[in-house]
């Protein structure tokens, strides 16, 4: 006998899940790209009466275009979006400042996420991919081999193959060639792996979401004490991070991710791959710009994460603050006496009956009441206005004015450029105390700094050395910042023959000179 029942169990289980209803829906198609029209990697959140206009306006453009009937929901934008909320695509939350928002859920990320997989073109079989999968085989059998000399023999061999490479390398072996083909598969699996991102840290936000609705129904059910309630969620909110798949996967993640230098090391990799010259054939401007905030994307995932963690101990926190449960009985006691008043009155009531409820509180008979209040800042004049004149600033030209701003950078930019030439010191602060008076401001120091931040050739090092700058009044201050110069120079190494040479000249003809 098939196990066909069973599979057909499994499969209406995952039919029912909110990813594939999304899918399935006769506006599938319209849903999504409502959700891809208003939701973006720069805006996760949209405030909810901007996306109810935009709703309203992207349904009345489909019908204006000639849609069918049947392709575009019925309803308004709040209606809409209220039936996305139920069907668990779009979740509603609070900004700061109070304000209602709207953000898709995981399910509708994954949905998302499927349709811009099918969107794109499909990859094939390729060396890329069977190299792909060779290695994530033997990294994964090399973390999780419990034979500790097989761990050791895959280590070695790992460490030989590598070294060959490099001696290779550096003996000036050719480098393999990587073609188009290539660089396709590889940016296609990079960018499929950087698009689930956003699910994954939404899947471990709803789990906080949804332990903290649990907890406030089990408070409000006053079935437990809330003592052991409390209790609960702090150990819940503890092993969530182990308890679920979601929450061990954010534990690896956050733990690798807290490496700076392996982050580091992730930006500069994905700045390498696209500046590769087929890079630019292969990726839109769009998959560029995603790769490129990768790094971004996670740590705002991170902060996602731990937000709703943090807003869901606080909603926790002022619950039990304000929680009045001797007034929540009052209440509920005073609720069930009303509900028995009047089923007793509906039995003898007939269908026309009224009976006259005072709506307001009772009016209460007061002799006096006074509608003014002395206010003492009343009697108190306003302050006398400064007359202009009196305090005229000095005029000041263009050129104060100038002097008075931030760095030159359009001015120091050059400059640096040739830093390290024969003719030219080897040091920024050198080359700082051949500039003109407008350019040695003490200012024009962190503008020579910045730029050395910027420019391919130069290098900020530990050491310090000694600036002397010039105020614009004339006076002159010794300020001490970090050396700028090469990277390929020495920290404290004598310069190179070429620079030697020139001073030896310039003190040549200095004697003839005199």
């Known amino acids: 006998m098939s196990s066909i029942v069973g599979e057909r169990a499994r499969v209406r289980t995952a039919f029912e899940q909110p990813t594939l209803s999304l899918l399935h829906q006769g506006h599938a198609a319209t849903v999504i790209a409502v959700f891809r029209t208003t939701f973006s990697r720069d805006s996760p959140v ?53 304000a209602e928002q709207y953000a898709l859920t995981s399910h509708a990320q994954d949905a998302l996420r499927l349709v811009e997989q099918l969107m794109r073109e499909r990859t094939t079989l390729s060396e890329h991919r069977i190299a792909t999968i060779l290695e994530q085989a033997r990294r994964f059998n090399r973390a999780a081999n419990p034979d500790r000399a097989a761990r050791v023999s895959i280590l070695d061999s790992e460490i030989a193959r590598l070294t060959e490479e490099r001696d290779r390398l550096n003996a000036g072996g050719e480098m393999d060639p990587v073609d188009g083909d290539y660089m396709l598969q590889g940016f296609a699996e990079l960018t499929a792996l950087v698009a689930g991102l956003p699910s994954d840290f939404a899947r471990v936000s709803e789990s906080f979401t949804s332990l903290r609705e649990q907890i406030f129904l089990a408070l409000r059910g006053e079935e437990r004490p809330a003592g052991e309630i409390i209790d609960e969620y702090l150990l819940r909110a503890e092993t969530l991070e182990e308890a679920t798949q979601e929450g061990r996967a954010f534990r690896g993640a956050f733990d690798l991710l807290r490496d700076q230098a392996l982050v580091e090391q992730l930006r500069e990799d994905i700045a390498a791959l696209l500046e590769h010259p087929l890079a630019e054939q292969i990726l839109t401007a769009a998959d560029r710009a995603e790769l490129r905030g990768t790094v971004s994307l996670i740590s705002q995932g991170l902060s996602q994460v731990i937000g709703e963690r943090a807003r869901a101990t606080s909603a926790l926190r002022e619950f039990i603050v304000t929680h009045d449960l001797t007034r929540d009985r009052e209440l509920d006691a005073t609720l069930r006496a009303l509900e028995s008043e009047v089923v007793t009155w509906m039995q003898h009531a007939g269908p026309n009956s009224k009976v006259a409820l005072p709506l307001g509180a009772p009016q209460i008979e007061v002799a006096l009441l006074r509608e003014r209040f002395h206010d003492s800042a009343a009697p108190t004049p306003p302050p006398r206005l400064v007359d202009p004149t009196e305090h005229r600033p000095d005029e000041l030209s263009m050129r104060d004015l100038l002097m008075q701003g931030g760095p030159s950078l359009e001015a120091l930019r050059p400059r640096l450029q040739e830093l390290g030439l024969p003719f030219l010191p080897a040091t920024a602060a050198a080359l700082f105390q051949d500039l003109p008076e407008e350019l040695r401001r003490p200012v024009e120091i962190f503008g020579v700094l910045h730029l050395a931040a910027n420019l391919d050739g130069l290098a900020v090092h530990e050491d310090k050395e000694v600036y002397e700058a010039v105020r614009p009044d004339g006076t002159t201050r010794s300020l001490t910042a970090p050396r700028v110069a090469r990277p390929s120079d020495a920290l404290h190494g004598p310069p190179s023959e070429a620079v030697e040479t020139t001073a030896a000249n310039n003190a040549l003809a200095q004697e003839g000179g005199q």
């Open 46 to 98: 949209v405030p909810a009466p901007r996306l109810h206009a935009m709703v309203d306006a992207l349904m009345d453009e489909l019908r204006l275009a000639g849609l069918p009937v049947k392709d575009v929901p019925v309803g308004s934008g709040r209606d809409l979006c209220r039936k996305w909320l139920s069907g668990q695509w779009l979740i509603r939350s609070l900004a700061e400042e109070g």
